[in-house]
Nanobody
């Protein structure tokens, strides 16, 4: 069993920055992929960024709306991921979820709220 927990969500003004963290615990040795997703009210959950957790080179993928503004990074030994968010806009307001893949299972955190507003 893998537990996933996000932190770092907050209220921030447009143009501001925020860094989210995701920690895992339990049987995490076989986690091979992690990512950030977000869900705004009335919208479907969407990919923000993802990263490989098994290779020496960290292959990353980003959603089109965050490319050039958000950066995902990892601590592979601890199976942690981070999301640096810059130039935040009101449309980035959402609950941000961390996802971990291990074997044939998907594990989600409870989410952390990011609100971008003046």
């Amino acid at each position: 069993q893998v537990m996933v927990a996000e932190s770092g969500g907050d209220l921030v003004q447009p143009g501001g920055s925020l860094k989210l963290s995701c920690v895992t615990s339990g049987d995490i040795s076989s986690i091979y992929h992690m990512g950030w997703y977000r869900q705004a009210p009335g919208k479907e959950r969407e990919l923000v960024a993802s990263i490989s957790m098994t290779l020496s080179r960290d292959y990353t993928e980003y959603g089109d709306s965050v490319k050039g503004r958000f950066t995902i990074s990892r601590d592979n030994a601890k199976k942690m991921v981070f999301l640096q968010m810059n130039a935040l806009q009101p449309e980035d307001t959402a609950v941000y979820y961390c996802r971990a893949l291990q074997n044939a299972q998907i594990f989600w955190g409870q989410g952390t709220q990011v609100t971008v507003s003046s």
